[in-house]
Nanobody
Framework: QVQLVESGGGLVQAGDSLRLSCAAS????????MGWFRQAPGKEREFVAG????????GYADSVKGRFTISRVNAKNTVYLQMNSLTPEDTAVYYC????????????????????WGQGTQVTVSS
């Protein structure tokens, strides 16, 4: 079992930056591949970024590539999402998720691959 708590969301203007954090507890953090997802009103939850257990392999949705950066610090049991050049289309609830059973150097994109989810943090970008 692992507990995930996101923080760092808020209301910003277009062009601003935010850094989301997700703190994990309950099991060895390096056991999990981690991911960030988001869900906008009226839309399905979508993959944003994923990172392997060792941090060496990373993937992004096309919509955020070049603007968002995922990272993790296993010693701090934390995964981050640095979001730059935010637009109103980035407005959503952002969730972090943890996936068991990954190899040391793979990440996951499918939400069904993830075993644990945080409660989410709201990001609102005004124009």
């Amino acid at each position: 079992q692992v507990q995930l708590v996101e923080s760092g969301g808020g209301l910003v203007q277009a062009g601003d930056s935010l850094r989301l954090s997700c703190a994990a507890s309950g099991r060895t953090f390096s056991s999990y591949a981690m991911g960030w997802f988001r869900q906008a009103p009226g839309k399905e939850r979508e993959f944003v970024a994923g990172i392997s257990r060792n941090g060496a392999n990373i993937g992004y949705a096309d919509s955020v590539k070049g603007r968002f950066t995922i990272s993790r610090v296993n010693a701090k049991n934390t995964v981050y999402l640095q979001m730059n050049s935010l637009t109103p289309e980035d407005t959503a609830v952002y969730y972090c998720a943890a996936a068991l059973g990954s190899t040391w150097s793979t990440y996951r994109e499918a939400s069904r691959s993830y075993d644990y989810w945080g409660q989410g943090t709201q990001v609102t970008v005004s124009s």
